[in-house]
């Protein structure tokens, strides 16, 4: 089975840190994906990683960062927490298929509190 | 643009009865969809998935799906509920390179015994 594992489940920050969000995956997938999931709204993209050192913006990038320095491992940063950045946040990783028919494999999420 | 729509946003039934969960899409392409569920702390589990060919597809847990191109439809459907199915449940859509998830809004599942 495929293993996404996110470093924390829970987090608490203050307004102004730079804060780090760890993924690692086990299977060897190109693809990683960090979602950000808020109430009412579903899950929506912030960046995804097609390969090493690769990166591609999602549908709400703005207050974010990635890095992706090895294939098994994605960080998502916040530059400078803002208390509209407190959410659950999910990683994701899937094999690379050009016919996008596999499925994403999540973790099981870190619920960050910005005060 | 892709999206999904989920209309209901809770749904409560009772333990043993039957269940169906709507789901609509916008895609311009061949949709690739999926089912996720999501149970209270916990990250998403995929249910089903479809990708072409046999329009009704089963899944884990006991679940089918119907894809429905007139209808731009994938509903997802239980015969019998128990308490465990309780979560919430994500309709998605693959879309572009990379297969970028476009999610719902998501369902909630309430079983009352």
């Known amino acids: 089975d495929v293993k996404v594992t996110q470093s924390s489940r829970y987090l608490v920050k203050r307004t102004g840190e730079k804060v780090f969000l760890e993924c690692v995956q086990d299977?060897?997938?190109?693809?990683m994906f960090w979602y950000r999931q808020d109430p009412g709204l579903g899950l929506r993209l912030i960046y995804f990683?097609?390969?090493?050192?690769?990166?591609e913006k999602g549908d709400i990038p703005e207050g974010y960062s990635v890095s992706r320095e090895k294939k098994e491992r994605f960080s998502l940063i916040l530059e400078s927490a803002s208390t509209n950045q407190t959410s659950m946040y999910l990683c994701?990783?899937?094999?690379?298929?050009?016919?996008?028919?596999?499925?994403?494999?999540f973790g099981d999420g870190t619920r960050l509190s910005i005060l | 643009a892709q999206s999904v729509t989920q209309p209901d946003i809770h749904i409560t039934v009772s333990e043993g009865a039957s269940l169906e969960l709507r789901c609509n899409y916008s895609y311009g392409a061949t949709p690739y969809l999926f089912w996720y569920v999501q149970s209270p702390g916990q990250g998403l589990q995929l249910l089903l998935k479809?990708?072409?060919?046999?329009?009704l597809v089963q899944g884990i847990k006991g679940f089918e799906a119907e894809f429905k191109r007139s209808q731009s439809s994938f509903n997802l459907r239980k015969p019998s509920v128990h308490w465990s199915d309780a979560a919430e449940y994500f309709c998605?859509?693959?879309?572009?390179?990379?297969?970028?998830?476009?999610f719902g809004a998501g369902t909630i599942l309430r079983v009352k015994s």
């Open positions: 990683s097609y390969d090493v050192k690769m990166k």
């Open positions: 994701a990783s899937r094999v690379r298929d050009r016919f996008s028919n596999q499925p994403q494999h």
């Open positions: 479809y990708f072409s060919g046999d329009t």
């Open positions: 998605a859509v693959g879309a572009g390179y990379g297969n970028k998830l476009v």
């Open positions: 299977m060897d997938h190109e693809n």
